[in-house]
């Protein structure tokens, strides 16, 4: 049964750092690619950021616009995670935080972790 649990989210003030973690099990983890979405009250789901599995030189990531060079997407496949490093935090980044893999034209999605940005 796949599974991801979020965490890590929280209140914080502009200019600001967290880091989310998305525990993944239920799947050999490391041949996946992962994803974190975020969804802001009123507005769609929205792709944030995006990992491969690794290659010999490395994973690929991919970001959106809005967090090119604020976010860094990261994967620890021995302990079966995926790290979302966020930096520079701006009101805009206030959002629920979803973890993502796609298996077998199924979309799996964790709980969500709040992320605040405020004064």
């Known amino acids: 049964q796949v599974q991801l649990v979020e965490s890590g989210g929280g209140l914080v003030q502009p200019g600001g750092s967290l880091r989310l973690s998305c525990a993944a099990s239920g799947f050999t983890f490391s041949y996946f690619a992962m994803y974190w979405y975020r969804q802001a009250p009123g507005k769609e789901r929205e792709l944030v950021a995006t990992i491969t599995p690794d290659t010999p030189s490395g994973g690929f990531t991919n970001y959106a616009d809005s967090v090119e060079g604020r976010f860094t997407i990261s994967r620890d496949n021995a302990n079966n995670t995926v790290y979302l490093q966020m930096n520079s935090l701006k009101p805009e980044d206030t959002a629920v935080y979803y973890c993502?893999?796609?298996?077998?034209?199924?979309?799996?999605w964790g709980q969500g972790t709040q992320v605040t940005v405020s004064s």
């Open positions: 993502n893999t796609l298996m077998d034209l199924t979309n799996y």
